[in-house]
């Protein structure tokens, strides 16, 4: 009787096993971009890399552009494909190596550069021109300025950020990490210096119904 029951117990599990699916690992997809995205790759031999997230209850395929894609790690074999080719007349003005210090450049600065000064100077600027402006046009001037200022000021590196030190005698890496640098901290100061502008309004009606 026992073995009877552990018998089903077996099956059980066995059926519930099959129902899940694609159960392997699940394959690492770096962007150019410095992305990482976890999925299961299907298919890589048309411009359009096919993949399926992992745990899909639906197995819902999704496509992404190949030219997006630097490299694909497979989770089973660890083997990686290199998806990014050299090809200046594509716009892939790097060399392999160098697009891989670019790709680490944007990584650090994704994940480390956080412009708290241009936040806090956003956020007085907004709350000034609010204040000062009240509900009025005039009074977004002074925040989409100095958000459009953000854009050319050099990045400074947070060493804090930088995963090999080595790494920022690569130009290729001090462009990655410039280019996400000034798009975070030109959102940023958007973003901040809204926020400031409201509360600059909402504080310039008080003043006046005082």
């Not at 399926?52 to 790690?73: C, G, L, M, T, W």
């Not at 594509?90 to 210090?101: K, L, S, V």
Request: with cysteine.
């Amino acid at each position: 009787m026992r073995i009877f029951i552990l018998f089903l117990l077996c099956t059980c599990f066995a059926l519930r096993g099959f129902g899940q699916g694609n159960d392997s690992k699940p394959d690492t997809i770096l962007f150019n971009s410095g992305k990482i995205l976890v999925a299961h790759v299907l298919d890589t031999s048309s411009d359009k890399i096919e993949i399926e997230k992992p745990n899909s209850s639906k197995h819902k395929k999704v496509e992404i552009d190949r030219s997006a894609v630097f490299s694909i790690r497979y989770g089973s074999t660890g083997r990686e494909l290199l998806v990014y080719t050299y090809d200046t007349l594509i716009g892939n003005d790097f060399t392999i190596p160098e697009a891989r210090m670019f790709i680490a450049g944007e990584q650090d600065a994704q994940r480390g550069f956080h412009a708290t000064g241009t936040t806090i100077a956003a956020f007085l600027v907004g709350a000034a021109g609010g204040f000062t402006g009240g509900v009025s046009i005039f009074s977004f001037g002074a925040p989409l300025l100095y958000s459009g200022l953000m854009a050319y000021p050099r990045i400074k590196i947070s060493h804090k950020s930088v995963k090999n030190l080595n790494n920022v005698k690569s130009d290729p890496y001090l462009y990655g990490y410039d280019s996400v640098g000034r798009r975070k901290r030109v959102i940023k100061s958007l973003f901040w210096s809204s926020i400031g502008l409201i509360v600059g309004m909402v504080a310039n009606i008080h003043y006046l119904q005082q």
